[in-house]
């Protein structure tokens, strides 16, 4: 063209330039046929005519592909995005794989006009020059098929502004190759690629004539030559010491967090039933660890964010910064083209971009757990799990959990209400789901979860027998959970080896761990449980303030004082309200009074029946508040219920501290015909273990008074539930029982015989007490003593020894509190005034006269009188 045919020429102009290749449209009119061809291409033209209105474009030239320029940027991705969509549509309209190249890129363009008489002869209507258009150029023919390839100031202009398509907007991925070289253009360029799941490839592309990538000198050919002589010599030790990681640097046993699902389909059914399919299908891996929704939610409420929050992508990241997360997972769920396709990105919560992603198609909303498995699989590869752990680990969806979606959504939506503490809903939830899919076993297991944060374990054992039933449907690591409760409500003494496998196998399964550090506590294994409770306080754990609260307890039992205060409060800090009522035992342990009443004051209202405040008041000689607080538990608590017959106890201990021996008779009395009686008929193991103890201990009450006929029926009936014996502190109590009976009988040494072999570390608190009273009968008196001093430092363990839900606190607490006293008697009768005087002023120290009960006043007058 001369220059006669041209108008003046336009200034420089900044404009969006996008060019497009339709891939193999020589091809398609071969395999079409001419009339076909015409058809398909004269659908094409409407589309770009109506996708360059819609997206304010000016169409400069056409032929295999098209030239376009946009005032915006975000218009030419806009335009880019719906042609590839477009195309896709089309193709599959004829069963065709219909794709286009695309480059964009903005910078300064020259454009003008051509005449009327030079576009007559067929020049086009305007031309456009500048170095943007031949580098639009380069990254088109750069692009695979059906991908968009974006300049560096493309795709910073673009990115910034893909808020305005909204939720698609949302879905894009955007991925960098690079610096790549492009023939014509002076300096290395930076591509990237932007697309949708499912449509754009997302894969780097390859060198070609006109472009090629910008390789670093040490990887050019002549220096590789070189560095392959190295390699060879070292190949062989890095392979043993090193293995390809994956992009985000994934580790076996990292965590990821797994963000709210995106429903793009309209269908309301699909929002927590898929999510929560993604998370059961997940979960089945060893190889990755899934953050729980609890811990997320609980995670978002310390960002200080509303319930109910979206946990998309940029809030997903910043929990996952938070808590030691590596990687956060983002499902979708779309229609496209009348499929229902799954698909998930893999996100790098510290740039939050996407480094992998994966989507499945299926045929309806009955193909939507199969496509799950598909793409949970295929990510864990990608992670880097092993193809044999993953055929291991993995069971189908359907088997696992239920086809009907609508029950699906109920387990989802209890889990939600689980996490959010809210038990009774989540109950009803799960209830719903197994009456719209009986056999749905992981909901009658959510029901057993329920019944037991509701303290009615009675009232779950019809949902775990269910469960039970049902056990090969549910998945692997549930099955290990399902075994270890079941242990748990039904052989309390297998709990611990079944917790400790489940531990071995998912150590990262914070809830077996847990379990397995209480088993140790309810063991009195309190250092053993030690490094399980630590553990199980991970950031990563849901139940952290719990297993905070576990460690000060063992901490606690073990007299570590200092460990024990800030493991309370790291509990505290964490949400947990239990752990206010243990640190106020911390500091009453170490006799700081006045401390454990700031900690637990009257006005703070803990949820619970707790024993401790009785405890608390007969340590400081507060006999009447004693009295008062142990009337008022047992009005606390559900009648006829097992922590109903517990609460007798603590009462019947404050009326005996303050030598009323005719009325505590009758609470003792009382407490082993109501607990004998629920042992006889029991709802459970647990709670008749729980009984079990609150009959031995009322009979190790009445032998304090010498009455040794309440002990002998209590051993007699426990005799005839062997199973209930297999609890070791609870049998050694029971052997506790029998040695004060003999030395009750006169047969000390027997007794002797019989509670010596006890004393390992574990044995329970009043294993002490009864060697005291019968190394003191056999006159053995410096062992006595000694006995009487380990009672009295060992406070903490007084305290928090868990023996029937605490029960028996207040009996443990008046022992280590008047051992003093005690030893004082002993050594005064063996004529060693000099230690006994020293035992009395340790006891005068804590107590005034004034405080004691009138039987107390009487020993202690005693024991001034040997003086004389």
């Known amino acids: 063209m001369n220059d006669i045919g041209r108008l003046p020429l336009e200034g420089p102009q900044l404009r969006t330039l996008l060019l497009t290749d339709l891939v193999d449209s020589t091809g398609l009119v071969e395999r079409l046929g001419d009339t076909p061809a015409s058809e398909l291409f004269r659908e094409h ?71 009327d008489a030079a576009v007559l002869v067929g020049a086009k209507p305007l031309e456009v020059e500048g170095l943007a258009k031949p580098m639009a150029a380069r990254l088109m023919t750069l692009a695979r098929p059906g991908q968009i390839l974006l300049s560096a100031v493309a795709e910073s202009l673009t990115h910034r502004a893909a808020r305005e398509l909204g939720e698609r907007g949302q879905n894009l991925l955007w991925k960098s190759y690079g610096r790549w070289r492009f ?31 910008d390789t670093p000198l040490w990887r050019r050919p002549a220096a590789l030559a070189v560095e392959m002589l190295l390699i060879v ?62 811990k997320a939610r609980d995670t978002l409420a310390r960002m200080q964010r509303k319930p109910g929050t979206l946990l998309d992508r940029a809030v997903a990241s910043e929990i996952a910064l938070r808590d030691g997360v590596r990687a956060v997972i983002l499902p979708t769920v779309s229609e496209v083209g009348g499929r229902l396709r799954i698909s998930a990105e893999v996100i790098d919560p510290h740039t939050q971009t996407t480094v992998y992603a994966e989507s499945v198609d299926g045929t309806g ?61 989540a109950r009803s939830f799960y209830a719903r789901a197994v009456g719209l899919d009986p056999k749905f076993a992981l909901a009658y297991l959510g029901l057993v979860r329920a019944h037991n944060a509701m303290s009615d374990l009675a009232g779950g054992k019809q949902y775990l027998d269910k469960a039970i039933a049902l056990r090969e449907h549910l998945p692997p690591r549930d099955q290990l959970y399902l075994d270890a409760w079941t242990a748990q409500i039904n052989d309390p003494s297998a709990a611990l080896q079944k917790w400790q496998e489940m531990s071995s196998l998912y150590p990262d399964f914070y809830p077996a761990i847990a379990n397995v550090g209480n088993a ?54 964490r949400g947990s309200k239990s752990a206010v009522v243990r640190r106020a035992n911390t500091f009453a342990a170490q006799r700081r009074f006045d401390q454990a009443i700031k900690t637990w004051p009257l006005s703070l209202k803990v949820s619970g029946v707790y024993f401790d405040r009785v405890s608390l008041y007969l340590d400081q000689g507060l006999w009447a508040p004693a009295v008062s607080e142990a009337r008022g538990l047992e009005r606390q608590t559900p009648a006829g219920s097992v922590r109903a017959r517990l609460a007798i106890y603590p009462s019947a201990v404050a009326v005996w501290a303050q030598g009323d021996y005719g009325s505590t008779r ?80 006169g047969s000390a ?44 430092s060992h406070r903490g363990r007084a305290y928090i020894e868990i023996g ?65």
Not at 186 to 204: D, N, W
């Open 233 to 294: 010599g070292v190949g062989v030790g890095v392979w043993f010491v090193t293995k390809p990681q994956p992009a985000i640097a994934f580790a076996e046993r990292d965590w990821v967090v797994v963000g709210d699902l995106r429903n793009l389909t309209g269908e309301k059914v699909l929002d927590d039933s898929l999510e929560q399919a993604f998370r059961i299908s997940l979960e089945q891996s060893r190889y990755v660890n899934v953050l729980s929704d609890m």
């Open 804 to 868: 029937c839900a605490w029960c028996q606190q207040p009996l443990d607490v008046f022992d280590t509190t008047h051992a003093h006293l005690r030893a004082a008697e002993l050594l005064a009768g063996a004529g060693n005034e000099d230690q006994a005087r020293k035992e009395l002023l340790a006891f005068d120290s804590k107590w005034s006269e004034t405080q004691l009960p009138d039987h107390l006043r009487v020993r202690r007058k005693a024991v001034l009188e040997t003086f004389n």
């Open 45 to 115: 033209d409407h589309l770009v005519l109506k996708l360059q209105q819609e997206w304010r474009g000016r169409l400069i030239d056409r032929s295999d592909g098209l030239l376009l320029l946009f005032e915006r940027p975000i218009d030419g991705l806009g335009f880019a995005l719906d042609y590839t969509r477009g195309l896709r549509e089309l193709g599959q309209a004829r069963g065709l794989e219909l794709q286009a190249r695309a480059g964009l890129h903005v910078g300064e363009v020259l454009t003008w006009k051509n005449s």
């Open 666 to 745: 009758k609470e003792i009395r009382r407490i082993a015909d109501t607990t004998l009686s629920a042992v006889a008929n029991p709802t459970n193991a647990a709670d008749a273990t729980d009984d079990a103890y609150a009959a031995v201990s009322a009979g190790i009450l009445a032998q304090r008074m010498g009455d040794t006929a309440v002990a002998r029926s209590v051993t007699a009936e426990l005799q005839k539930r062997k199973e209930l014996l297999t609890n070791r502190p609870l049998r050694d109590l029971v052997e506790v029982s029998k040695a004060n009976d003999l030395r009750l009988s």
């Open 520 to 573: 140790f506590y309810l063991d009195n294994r309190f250092a053993e449980g030690i490094p399980f409770a630590k553990r199980a306080a991970s950031p990563q754990s849901e139940f952290a303030p719990l297993s905070w609260d576990l460690v000060g307890r063992l901490a606690l039992g073990q007299e570590k004082f200092a460990e024990a205060e800030a493991a309370f409060g790291n509990a505290i800090a």
């Open 183 to 213: 023939k014509g253009v002076p300096e290395a360029q930076e591509v990237y690629e932007v697309g949708e799941i499912g449509i754009a490839p997302l894969r780097a592309p390859s060198n070609i004539a006109k472009a090629w990538r």
């Open 365 to 425: 909303a009955g193909s939507a757990l199969e496509s799950i498995d598909a793409v949970t699989i295929a990510l864990r590869g990608k992670l880097g799990e092993a193809l044999a752990s993953i055929q291991k680990d993995s069971e189908p969806l359907p088997e696992v959990t239920t086809s009907n979606m609508d029950a699906l959504r109920s387990y989802a939506l209890g889990q939600k209400s689980f996490a959010s503490a809210q038990y009774e809903q």
């Open 749 to 792: 040494d027997k007794a002797i015989a019989l509670l010596e072999p006890l004393v390992n570390g574990s044995e329970p608190f009043q294993t002490h007490a009864a060697l005291m009273e019968a190394y003191a009968a056999a006159g053995l008196i410096n062992k006595a003593v000694g006995q009487a001093r380990w009672l009295s």
